[in-house]
């Protein structure tokens, strides 16, 4: 789409929100002549009594006040700040349960890095959703993937927003990300929710982005500035472009006729934004959101180059057939040469894995590799891969759109279902430092912190489930000895639900 017409199609995208919801059928969510939730809360109860495993994936009652944690080893001095992170905490009510794992309402988990030790607390994301669901103590609303029978109506996505997949800094508050729509402002002292982000606030924008998918990704530079795109079911992809006060600067509309239905994260360069489209089609005699998605082998990969000053498309590619969830980072040489890595499935059935694991089955899904490609300017492309599981990537926050060294992942080595390692690949050698937790534990995202700005510099900071125990703990490695384990770990008292994304922001 040109620019002009893209910003006169800007100007009507009040009329036009309603029709870029990113779910495939908002009107036919309020019906559903069976009890499929019923059914996937009796199969998960009674897996749950023979896999201790899936402890993790249990529903959270309420809010956790702060609680002192039992620490082992020494809390470095250079470490004093605030983890957060996000994830779905309530999975099931009153003997239904959702039937995808992205669906659950969004719960802050925060640790305070303090001279006197580490505290945690807790807080669900207080919602519209969530709050009359809880007085009601049962699901009132169907989800993105789950029918629920005499469900309330669901005309705008935003009506069951869960805003449980990250959560990011932005001038002040806290904004807690589901990628189906808008953002919700966190208050960073008591965690109350402060309703939705309108992103067209004080700008030319008004109230025309209103309920717009902002996805749960958005990728920030090192002035704090902020990229992010949105997908919708017609297969428009809306770009954004905020400050570091978090306000919209440019927004366009980008047709690519994707019809997957699942597009969950993107790539800057310093120059470019980089939208990859996975080999996804849809059953679209499946009303259901991520059930209906289908891995197509003949499909390649798309990747769209789209130019950061006027957020047009400038070049596409094609790349051979995959899907990925997550990606590390992405740069260009001088050449104009783009490099980017992936954690690269070879189909999509980590996606229904986590539809089975609502049910209490724990598949085999084919895990991820690192895949690193290297688009040129001629038009052709190349791709390595990096031995080993991989998925969660992070880099140096300072280094989002610029050359990276360093790439952190989540890995596996002993268990066939969950992350059991985390590792530091080094992406120019393949040299990878890894430390094993083993099977016990299951590995939630390690995130980099480092004040120095200097690759191989600071520690990794991630949270781990140990199953035998039931207790979840937070652990700090050394970057450049990960191999020989925690330098410190922090043990709460119970469990925590397995959650997604979070950073950690020091002081």
Not at 49 to 54: F, M, V
Not at 320 to 343: K, L, M, P
Request: charged letters at 20%; proline letters at 4%.
């Amino acid at each position: 789409m040109q620019r002009r017409e893209a910003l006169k199609s800007m100007l009507g995208l009040s009329v036009a929100a309603a029709a870029c919801n990113p779910f495939p059928a908002l009107a036919n969510l309020a019906s559903a002549n069976e009890d499929i939730m019923a059914q996937f809360a009796t199969s998960f109860d009674k897996a749950a009594l023979s896999n201790p495993s899936l402890i993790g994936l249990k529903s959270m009652s309420g809010d956790i006040p702060w609680q002192n944690l039992t620490i082992e080893g020494k809390l470095p001095k250079a470490l004093r700040g605030n983890f957060y992170r996000n994830g779905p905490a309530v999975h099931q009510r009153n003997g239904q349960r959702y039937t995808h794992l992205f669906e659950g309402d969004g719960m802050i988990q925060h640790f305070n890095f303090a001279d006197t030790g580490i505290q945690h607390r807790a807080k669900f994301v207080k919602t519209n959703k969530y709050t009359q669901e809880q007085a009601a103590d049962k699901f009132l609303f169907s989800g993105p993937n789950s029918k629920l029978p005499g469900s309330l109506p669901v005309n705008k996505t935003d009506i069951i927003n869960a805003a449980n997949t990250n959560i990011i800094p932005v001038n002040g508050e806290l904004w807690a990300l589901w990628e189906a729509g808008s953002a919700t402002a966190i208050d960073t002292s008591s965690l109350d929710a402060k309703g939705l982000v309108n992103l067209g606030e004080n700008t030319r924008y008004s109230n025309s982005l209103k309920g717009l998918a902002f996805s749960a990704h958005p990728k920030i530079e090192a002035d704090r500035t902020i990229w992010n795109f949105g997908s919708t079911v017609t297969g428009d992809i809306v770009l954004y472009h905020l400050n570091n006060r978090g306000i919209t600067q440019k927004v366009n509309l980008l047709k690519t006729n994707y019809r997957g239905g699942m597009l969950h994260d993107f790539l800057i360069t310093q120059n470019n934004i980089l939208i990859i489209l996975p080999s996804l089609d849809r059953d679209k005699t499946d009303e259901r959101l991520f059930s209906a998605i289908r891995f197509n082998k003949s499909l390649p990969m798309k990747v769209l180059v789209i130019d950061k000053n006027t957020l047009t498309l400038t070049r596409e590619y094609q790349v051979d057939a995959g899907f990925a969830f997550h990606f590390g980072n992405a740069w260009e040489d001088t050449d104009g040469t783009i490099r980017f890595d992936a954690s690269l499935y070879p189909n999509c059935e980590n996606l229904h894995h986590m539809s089975d694991l609502m049910r209490g089955k724990t598949s085999n899904a084919t895990p991820a590799n690192t895949v690193l490609f290297t688009l040129y300017k001629n038009g052709s492309a190349h791709k390595q891969t990096i031995a080993g599981i991989s998925e969660f990537p992070r880099v140096y926050d300072h280094l989002t759109g610029l050359q990276n060294n360093l790439l952190v992942t989540l890995s596996s080595v002993k268990s066939d279902v969950w992350s059991d390692s985390v590792r530091v690949v080094n992406v120019n050698n393949g040299k990878q430092d890894t430390f094993v937790y083993g099977e016990d534990f299951l590995v939630e995202e390690h995130v980099i912190v480092d004040n120095s700005h200097q690759e191989g510099n600071g520690y990794l900071v991630g949270t781990a489930l140990h199953v035998p125990s039931k207790r979840t703990c937070v652990n700090i490695f050394k970057i450049g000895h990960v191999s020989d384990g925690p330098i410190c770990r922090a043990w709460l008292p119970y469990t925590l639900p397995l959650g997604f994304h979070g950073n950690f922001m020091a002081v």
